[in-house]
């Protein structure tokens, strides 16, 4: 990222206003800098600089490093139209499609490099690991499951989606590397389907 | 890792010979050594040093850190009785019995440690990542899988179990965290059976 024009053009604006998309441009600077950088070598005064604002503004609007990394690098804000398009489907259709819209972000170019540094961080670091809880369980699978045994619902569907993601993007499993998305459909909805909404036998 | 007495308490046994375990003396301090320092901060040169043998030794034994490490690292070898149990199951258990000899591996405060180093060394360096794929899917779940399909079954398995293993222990998502390994053996249980013996429907 070169940083330099960066904040000139931005500043070139004008005075922040009730027009102007600070927050936006806080976001956008976040994004390259985390993108480049990781999470660890990012600080919230290097983005300030970044998106040439005074670092009380960040924090102004993100509490922390770790809300401002999920806001930033976050593949669907949690009012996007396929994630309500989602949490609206038909009970016996969630597994499916759960899995086919999780695949259709990772494999995003635009948006599968954002969310393998999401995942990277949230095993190495702690609060990354509760704030995507936050994206992942709580505003998306949570809303899937059932109501008996809610959580642990979310929290095995959610293993199985981070496995898939390490397999697939991290690690690089050949077979499931080279499987079609409707091949991994066929093998994952089928588990995502029952971990939300089947038995699972926990009691007797 | 007290470096300074180890060295010189194992050349204290006498010169290398047929009967020194020179091969274990590295193991030894390659398990310390990846254990304190990681995989990027851990050289064969180092474990060489620790364990007081010539760096050539090492690289007579290990083609490469990455099988140093697996080697040092890895919860059971190949001929481990627990392995081999497993293998010859009834067909109709391996999903149960393979998710409950995991946990009981994880669960296990001497090795579980060295397990999460695996985990993330292999999500972060493509040599690390593809000695797990010997460990994990070579040794164990390729040999529980039924012959269609068999490398995306157990590239499914496997990446079931790294994704459980991230929620329960990198990650820390509560309702995973907080389950007992019978729930989780309930709950894991027969996707990993459906995975290595069941019906995939990738046809049709």
């Given at each position: 990222m070169?940083?330099a024009?960066?904040?000139?053009?931005?500043?070139?604006?004008?005075p922040r206003g009730?027009?102007?998309?600070?927050?936006?441009?806080?976001?956008?600077?976040?994004?390259?800098?985390?993108?480049e950088?990781?999470y660890?070598?990012?600080s919230?005064?290097?983005i300030?600089?970044?998106?040439?604002?005074?670092?009380?503004?960040?924090?102004?609007?993100?509490?922390?490093?770790?809300e401002?990394?999920?806001?930033?690098?976050?593949?669907?804000q949690?009012?996007?139209?396929?994630l309500?398009?989602?949490?609206?489907?038909?009970?016996?259709q969630?597994?499916?499609?759960?899995?086919?819209?999780?695949?259709?972000?990772?494999?995003?170019?635009s948006?599968?490099?954002?969310?393998?540094?999401?995942?990277?961080?949230?095993?190495?670091?702690?609060?990354v690991a509760?704030?995507?809880?936050?994206v992942?369980i709580?505003?998306?699978?949570l809303?899937?499951?059932?109501?008996d045994?809610?959580?642990?619902?979310?929290?095995?569907?959610a293993s199985q989606?981070?496995?898939?993601?390490?397999a697939?993007y991290?690690?690089?499993?050949?077979?499931?590397?080279?499987a079609?998305?409707?091949?991994?459909?066929?093998?994952?909805?089928?588990?995502?389907?029952?971990?939300?909404?089947g038995?699972?036998d926990?009691?007797?």
């Amino acid at each position: 990222m070169t940083t330099a024009p960066g904040p000139e053009r931005r500043r070139g604006r004008g005075p922040r206003g009730a027009g102007a998309d600070t927050r936006g441009d806080i976001l956008v600077a976040a994004a390259a800098g985390f993108s480049e950088h990781g999470y660890a070598g990012t600080s919230m005064r290097a983005i300030a600089r970044a998106a040439g604002v005074d670092p009380a503004l960040v924090r102004h609007y993100f509490d922390s490093k770790a809300e401002l990394f999920i806001a930033a690098m976050r593949p669907a804000q949690p009012d996007d139209a396929r994630l309500l398009a989602l949490v609206s489907a038909p009970r016996d259709q969630v597994g499916t499609r759960l899995i086919a819209l999780f695949l259709e972000l990772w494999d995003d170019p635009s948006l599968g490099p954002r969310m393998r540094g999401i995942l990277l961080s949230a095993m190495t670091t702690p609060e990354v690991a509760s704030a995507v809880q936050t994206v992942l369980i709580r505003d998306v699978v949570l809303r899937l499951a059932r109501d008996d045994h809610k959580e642990m619902r979310a929290g095995a569907a959610a293993s199985q989606l981070m496995g898939l993601a390490a397999a697939r993007y991290l690690i690089g499993v050949p077979a499931v590397v080279q499987a079609s998305r409707a091949e991994l459909v066929a093998v994952y909805g089928p588990t995502l389907q029952r971990y939300l909404q089947g038995e699972l036998d926990l009691e007797g």
